[in-house]
């Protein structure tokens, strides 16, 4: 069995204070982790920015359209960042027995009018093949169109479930899975179930993050899901009800 999971920048970093890890997260994922990996599910891991990725990127605006010197810096700043983060990552992994690979991005994936436009797919399952877990992210990358660009985690994450036919995709989001409004509201639902055909849920979408939020998250998710993948999003402590299909408070995404 393979599942893809998506660790959302909301889960392993505050989001609304730069440069900060939530430690206890990371640490609750990697003993998840370490039982997926034991139980033999072949896993790949790919990792958001969150408050180490996306105030970076905004600062030297990445995302718009004319290369200048000042944005190679900002390429440069950003890609650093994401190793940081990353590497904390892998090390809690590592720690715990799981063979964590970091598979730098820029050097795998290049997008062309913002779009994916080259993936070393085979990379990724090369190393799956040894038994290791790699541990992508969402990053800056060239733009053969504009320069440089974002290509967010969940672009990846989508792709890559599709390309390697994962059984899941799953989506580890902060507040626990896909709510009729946003979260922070008192009258506030958890949705069990989502479809592209159906109501899209009110979102309140933060200038923190810059490659779209949730509902870039659900188109991704959409996408993943009419390719035939099972997917999931919701918290980290139904990470293995996800990754089984069993039932627990989060959401299912539906293909129609
Ligand atoms: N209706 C909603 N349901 C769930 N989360 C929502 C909703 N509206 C806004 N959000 C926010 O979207 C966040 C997930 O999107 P995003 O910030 O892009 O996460 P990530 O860092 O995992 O990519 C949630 O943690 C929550 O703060
Ligand atoms: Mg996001």
Redo the contacts with the bound molecule.
């Keep these: 069995m393979l599942a893809v999971i998506k660790l959302?920048?909301?889960?392993v970093t505050e989001?609304t204070r730069p440069y900060t890890l939530r430690e206890d997260n990371i640490n609750l994922f990697a003993d998840k982790t370490r039982q997926l990996y034991n139980e033999n599910i072949e896993v790949v891991i790919v990792h958001?920015g969150?408050s180490f990725g996306h105030p970076t990127a905004a600062k030297y605006s990445l995302g718009s359209s004319e290369f200048s010197r000042i944005k190679a810096y900002g390429f440069a700043e950003t890609r650093y960042w994401m190793s940081y983060l990353n590497l904390k990552i892998i090390e809690e992994l590592l720690s715990r027995g799981v063979p964590a690979i970091s598979v730098q991005t820029s050097a795998i994936a290049q997008t062309r009018n913002r779009q994916l436009h080259r993936f070393n797919t085979e990379v990724v399952n090369a190393f799956l093949e040894r038994m290791l877990v790699p541990v992508l992210y969402g990053d800056a990358v060239i733009d053969v169109t504009y320069g440089v660009a974002i290509l967010s985690?969940?672009d990846i994450a989508a792709y890559l479930a599709q390309e390697l036919r994962a059984d899941v995709l799953v989506?580890?989001?902060?507040?626990g899975?896909?709510?009729?409004?946003?979260?922070g509201r008192p009258d506030?639902r958890l949705l069990r179930e989502i479809r592209p055909s159906g109501a899209l849920?009110?979102?309140?979408?933060?200038a923190?993050?810059v490659?779209?939020?949730?509902r870039h998250?659900l188109s991704c998710a959409f996408s993943a899901a009419r390719s035939g993948v099972r997917v999931a999003i919701g918290g980290l402590t139904y990470l293995r009800e996800m990754v089984l299909g069993q039932d627990a408070p989060y959401t299912r995404v539906l293909p129609e």
């Design positions: 959302g920048g909301s889960v989001k958001g969150g985690g969940d989506y580890l989001i902060g507040s899975g896909v709510y009729d409004r946003p979260p506030a849920p009110q979102t309140s979408e933060s923190l993050d490659t779209g939020g949730l998250k």
